[in-house]
């Protein structure tokens, strides 16, 4: 870096106030980097509930680089899991990833990076569980946060070797399966909804036969899924739709 840089960069340092300078350094203790954007990192931690409205009348919230984000890391992982496991079907693959990327594994990874200190809420009266999706939210929105601000190449590395690497065993994750089937009739039941699995298409060639499944709540379509049997099928769209109903 020419002196001239160094001169000049400091200088804007220690023109921040107090509280900036401490952000910085969290949010490089979190990521491994300095932002470039500090703005960007505090809105990937910021809630609706704690945003305040933009001169477009919009609540500056973690929302859009939680979708950016989310699309990022599903991406990534799912590289990583097709690398790793070069001979496994589709449905395996899909299932593994589910469980890295599921709500409630974000919501701990975050604490585990310290993100979850720098997240911003307010608790409302009657909010299910305080919010109890925020933290794994804004890790996701961190990440969109992370693509803009310092490119697709970092954000990669930052996934791989700060998020999965040290906090996920392929081998062990491998070992378990879930019945996701189970999964959504129990929360149906819980929440006195009805619910029903139907085959919605079959193909019937011997040489490529595949169902295609649909979960119906209280006679409302929900999501699909593909097997190569009724019971893969049923599994993949129970799958999907806790995935769409954000249901832990």
């Known amino acids: 870096m020419p002196s001239i840089f160094r001169k000049t960069h400091g200088y804007l340092l220690y023109l921040l106030s107090h509280k900036d300078r401490e952000l910085y350094k969290k949010y490089k203790i979190v990521t491994g980097k300095r932002p470039h954007n500090l703005n960007l990192y505090e809105r990937a931690t910021r809630h609706v509930s704690a945003a305040e409205l933009n001169p477009n009348g919009i609540r500056d919230s973690y929302e859009r680089l939680e979708y950016l984000g989310d699309s990022i890391l599903g991406m990534i ?39 979850s200190a720098l997240v911003k809420y ?85 040489r490529d036969k595949q169902f295609v499944a649909q979960v119906f709540i209280d006679e409302d379509g929900m999501s699909k899924g593909f097997g190569f049997s009724k019971k893969k099928a049923e599994q993949a769209a129970a799958q999907k739709t806790l995935e769409e109903l954000k249901i832990e």
Do not use: C
């Open 122 to 206: 307010h608790k409302t009266k009657g909010s299910p569980v305080s919010h109890k999706s925020v933290y794994g939210d804004s890790l996701e929105a961190l990440i969109g946060a992370i693509y803009l601000d310092q490119g697709f190449r970092f954000t990669k590395k930052f996934i791989e070797n700060r998020l999965i690497s040290p906090h996920f065993d392929f081998e062990e994750l491998s070992q378990t399966t879930t019945n996701y089937k189970s999964k959504i009739i129990e929360w149906s039941q819980r929440e006195n909804k009805n619910i029903r699995f139907e085959i919605i298409q079959s193909n019937d060639d011997a």
């Open 77 to 115: 992982v799912a590289e990583m899991l097709f690398k790793r496991f070069p001979f496994k079907e589709e449905g395996f693959l899909t299932e593994l990833r589910s469980k890295i990327v599921n709500r409630e594994s974000l919501n701990n990874l975050s604490k585990k990076i310290g993100l």
